[in-house]
Nanobody, 120 residues
Framework: QVQLVESGGGLVQAGGSLRLSCEAS????????FGWYRQAPGKQRELVAT???????NYADSVKGRFTVSRDNAKNRMHLQMSDLKPEDTAVYYC??????????????WGQGTQVTVSS
């Protein structure tokens, strides 16, 4: 099992910045990727950013150039630096971790979510 705890959400004005953090604990064996999803009211959960253990990043088009995902390996923490925030970034943000087994099946672990609200 992997436990994920997010922090850093809150209320910010449009154009502002927030930094989300996700602390991971537990069995990290075969964890090959971390990332962030978000879910706005009435919408499906969408992938925001991914960071593989090899250092490869991937971002949703809507956040490219504004969001940066990073990891502090020594502390088992992942961060999402969000800049130039827009009202449409308002959502609950969830961090996740993927464990890939030798048969290529994937098990995903989720944090509890943190609310980000951007006012116009």
């Amino acid at each position: 099992q992997v436990q994920l705890v997010e922090s850093g959400g809150g209320l910010v004005q449009a154009g502002g910045s927030l930094r989300l953090s996700c602390e991971a604990s537990g069995n990290m064996f075969a964890i090959n990727a971390f990332g962030w999803y978000r879910q706005a009211p009435g919408k499906q959960r969408e992938l925001v950013a991914t960071l593989t253990t090899g250092g490869i990043t991937n971002y949703a088009d809507s956040v490219k150039g504004r969001f940066t995902v990073s990891r502090d390996n020594a502390k088992n923490r992942m961060h999402l630096q969000m800049s130039d925030l827009k009202p449409e970034d308002t959502a609950v943000y969830y961090c996740y971790a993927n464990r890939r087994y030798s048969d290529n099946t994937v098990e995903t672990y989720w944090g509890q979510g943190t609310q980000v609200t951007v006012s116009s």
